[in-house]
Structures are given as structure tokens and as C-alpha cells.
């Protein structure tokens, strides 16, 4: 369904004004009539059920250990199912379902804050299931939803190409969360073939409205004024607006055909040259910033910056802390790496396989963005913000998903 139909196309209500003028005036290419999408009710998932029925969908069914959120779209072709991608019998229910055109499998332990025995269940035994599930059932494409972590050493990545960056597997990964999704990322290359089709599809630092997990976090930390600048502040990395990464999702299994560059391959998607100055990256912390200044808070330009060595110093401190009590700590080593170095990436290739464009701009998306997270995060936060631990939102999924996993056997 396009902007030039007859009638005009759904659109989900929690849209902001942006995405829906994006979705009613875009022309985009058809989508299965059936879809699936693990991880459905996640930041991400959900806007790709809202896409796909936007698009044409008849039928999308989302399946994820979380209820659907309270603004969840209620609409007849949307289907929220609750269930466990660690549920052999589960995702073999979910998956038998007549007609299914194509899987997204965005299902994940997300980030560096799980306990470790759960990234290995979820994100590669979890694959593993809907991999077997999908062959089982004769369902031919399975767009799988990647990390570029998968490939990051450390060393600073600065506009680099996918096949530019280090090849699977990696001596040492990063962190737990990196290593199991390369796991699965190696599972849906390996099975891919011209009779059961996949791709993995990855985006960069996701933004937006309704984001739960990115800036929550990090605005906490500059509302209790704990967060400052780390190193000199001028690491490069790129941006993913929510809705391009959806739509770079979407577009991937029209990519999926016999003969297809794409089978089989790893891609990432971002804002492209959206970024400022037409450049593929942004200077990571004066952007931030932005969003900090925008909240009513001090800029963090106006405080003193942390030496990246005292902050490793301090983070391998907090790593032993953290095991010793058994808690969570935002400042860790990872945390540190990631947030120092240089990370973005030319995406030509998705441009040249998948067809894949910026549906919104960065400038647009990121003002958007901050102006929804002053209007619908601020109000409801408490200055008295968890300095220690995690956003809650981002705590009570984690919760949801350790105990739904402790309950599969």
C-alpha cells in the first residue's frame, strides 16, 4: 500500500508527526501478506509491526516474553502473542500458522546488563529454534536483526564498509551480548540458500520516540548529574533513526530471491549522509548534549571532562563491584570503549543490495526526538534518578525475560 492508493494507509497512532507524514507520503514497495516479528513489542519491534501494517500487511503477528506496551496499536490485522523464543513448542505454535511470507527475528538480550547465561539461551539458542521452526514449515525468508558489536574489537572503526570490518568469528568479543549475537549471525548466514533465504540486517546507536533503552539511560545519568564527557569528546559515530532501521528491515526481504547479492550477507543501515555537514557520522557528545540542554539540564560541555584512562581505571573497579554485590553499574569497560571510540560506517553496500535510502532525515529525526523526550519522558521522571543502575524500563524487561527463561525447560 502507498501514499497514491485510493484509500489512505493506516497509521498507528503513538506515530509521532514525522513518522506519520513519512508514512503517508512515502511510496514503498509491497510487503508479505503474512509476517512475523520476534521481539514485537521492543522499541524497534513495535515500530516494525506498525510499519508493515502501514504498508499493507494483513496480517502481522508479534511475539515477544513482554506484554505489549500501553499504547500498543490496536488494529484487527495485528496479532500481540506472548510467548518465549527459548520455547521449542512455542515458536513452533507461532511459526505453523498457514501463509507466512517472511520472519523478522528482532528477539534479543539486548546490551550489556543481562545476566550471561541468558544471552546464550535468547540470542543463539533462540535462533537456533526459529531457524528450525521456519524449515519445518516451509517458510523461505528470515531477515535477521544483527549488531555491528558483532565485529568491534575495540579498535575504532571509522567509516568503514561491512566487508571492511573483521570476518566472524572474532578471537574475543567485546562483551557477552556481542559474542552470542555473532553466534546467531554466523547460524542465519550458514543456513542461507536459494530455498531458505536470510539476511542480517544491523543498524547503529537507534533513536527516537518511545526509545526505552538509549537516551533514558544516558539522560538519567546527566539529570542526576553524574554523567560527564568522556575522553576529549570528539568521537565519531553514526545514528540510526528507529524508522529507517525499520524500513532498511522491511526493504531487506524484498532483497531475498534467488541469486541475490544479499543472501546470506551482513548489513548495516543508518542516517547515512543525513548526518550533519552531508558527513555519515555526528561528533557524538555535542549531539548528546543537545538532548541534555533540551531536558533543562547542565551541558556537559560546561563540566570537566574524564580522561579515558581514569575511566578505565574506575571501570574495571566497578566490573568487581558489580559481581561482588550482584549488581548492575552503568560505568563498565565496554560502556567505556564504546563511548570513546570511533564508530560509524559508509553503508553503500545496503545501498547498492538493499535499495536502501534514509526514509527521515537526521536533523529532523534527532529534533523530533528530543522534543518528544521533553514532552513525554521529563514529566515523569524524579530527580532523585538511579545513579547506580539502569533506566527501569530498560531493568523490568530484563526481568521479564531472565524469569521467562529460568521457566523453559
Not at 505454535?93 to 541468558?118: D, M, Q, R, T, Y
Request: charged share 20%.
Amino acid at each position: 500500500m502507498t501514499a497514491n492508493d485510493n484509500a489512505s494507509p493506516p497509521i498507528a497512532p503513538a506515530s509521532s508527526h514525522l513518522q506519520r507524514k513519512t508514512a503517508l507520503e512515502g511510496q514503498y514497495p509491497p510487503v508479505p501478506s503474512i509476517c512475523v516479528v520476534t521481539g514485537g513489542t521492543g522499541f524497534v519491534g513495535n515500530r516494525l509491526v506498525e510499519m508493515l501494517v502501514e504498508r499493507g500487511a494483513q496480517k502481522v503477528i508479534s511475539f515477544d516474553v513482554v506484554p505489549p506496551p500501553a499504547d500498543a496499536w490496536d488494529h484487527p490485522n495485528i496479532e500481540w502473542r506472548v510467548g518465549d523464543i527459548t520455547d521449542k513448542a512455542a515458536v513452533d505454535e507461532l511459526l505453523s500458522v498457514p501463509g507466512i511470507g517472511c520472519v523478522w527475528h528482532n528477539a534479543a538480550a539486548v546490551g550489556p546488563f543481562h545476566p550471561k547465561p541468558l544471552y546464550y539461551k535468547v540470542n543463539y539458542e533462540g535462533t537456533l529454534n526459529i531457524i528450525e521452526s521456519a524449515k519445518k514449515h516451509g517458510i523461505n525468508k528470515i531477515v535477521f536483526s544483527s549488531s555491528p558489536s558483532t565485529r568491534f574489537t575495540g579498535e575504532d572503526v571509522d567509516g568503514l564498509r561491512e566487508d571492511e570490518m573483521p570476518k566472524l568469528p572474532l578471537k574475543r568479543y567485546m562483551q557477552t551480548y556481542a559474542e552470542t549475537k555473532a553466534m546467531a549471525d554466523m547460524e542465519i548466514s550458514k543456513v542461507c540458500t536459494d530455498e531458505f533465504m536470510t539476511v542480517s540486517v544491523a543498524p547503529h546507536q537507534v533513536y527516537g520516540p518511545r526509545d526505552n533503552l538509549f537516551l533514558p539511560n544516558l539522560l538519567e545519568a546527566a539529570m542526576s548529574g553524574a554523567l560527564r564527557i568522556f575522553g576529549n569528546g570528539y568521537n565519531r559515530i553514526c545514528f540510526t533513526h528507529v524508522d529507517n532501521y525499520c524500513h532498511g528491515l522491511i526493504i531487506a526481504e524484498r532483497a531475498l530471491y534467488p541469486d541475490s547479492p544479499a543472501l546470506g550477507k551482513f548489513y548495516i543501515v543508518t542516517d547515512g549522509h543525513t548526518h550533519p555537514n552531508g558527513e555519515q557520522y555526528l561528533i557524538f557528545w555535542k549531539i548528546l548534549d543537545e538532548a541534555v540542554i533540551a531536558m533543562g539540564f547542565t551541558s556537559l560541555w560546561s563540566k570537566m571532562k574524564l580522561p579515558t584512562l581514569l575511566l578505565m581505571f574506575l571501570a574495571i573497579i566497578c566490573d568487581f563491584i558489580g559481581k561482588l554485590l550482584g549488581i548492575t553499574v552503568k560505568l563498565n569497560k565496554f560502556n567505556v570503549t564504546v563511548l570513546t571510540m570511533h564508530r560509524w560506517f559508509d553503508i553503500q553496500n545496503a545501498e547498492k543490495d538493499l535499495g536502501f535510502q534514509p526514509i527521515i532525515g537526521f536533523r529532523e529525526g534527532w529534533d523530533e526526538t528530543k522534543e518528544w523526550f521533553k514532552e513525554n519522558w521529563l514529566p515523569k521522571q524524579a530527580r532523585s534518578a538511579n545513579v547506580i543502575g539502569i533506566a527501569s524500563s530498560t531493568q523490568q524487561k530484563i526481568d521479564i525475560q531472565d524469569m521467562s527463561s529460568k521457566k523453559v525447560r
